[in-house]
């Protein structure tokens, strides 16, 4: 079985910054995606930042700016520095990541990131 590990959530004060981490391990398979969500109570889960192999990387308009992925899907680790937090940040965050040449798509677990005063 894939098994995505995350770390670096927390709580900080706004305007503060975290860095998440996310590895994965288990699967013989390479992923071309690797990324981040988020879901915030009430909320649907939505995308936060993703980058591939090839070097592409997408951003959410809320984060664009503040947040920056990076890593390998390829050596199946990713980060995301994710500065100027807001409170509207915060939220669950899972990595997520997928097999190349298939729809197989794994999750992480989700680390809370928490922005408040």
């Known amino acids: 079985q894939v098994q995505l590990v995350e770390s670096g959530g927390g709580m900080v004060q706004p305007g503060g910054s975290l860095r998440l981490s996310c590895a994965a391990s288990g699967s013989a398979f390479k992923f071309w995606s690797m990324g981040w969500y988020r879901q915030a109570p009430g909320k649907q889960r939505e995308l936060v930042a993703s980058t591939t192999s090839a070097g592409s990387t997408t951003y959410a308009d809320s984060v664009n700016g503040r947040f920056t992925i990076s890593g390998d899907p390829a050596k199946k680790s990713v980060y995301l520095q994710m500065n100027s937090l807001k409170p509207e940040d915060t939220a669950v965050y899972f990595c997520?990541?997928?097999?190349?040449?298939?729809?197989?798509?794994?999750w992480g677990q989700g680390t809370q990131v928490t922005v408040s005063s």
């Open positions: 997520r990541a997928e097999v190349r040449r298939s729809t197989d798509v794994y």
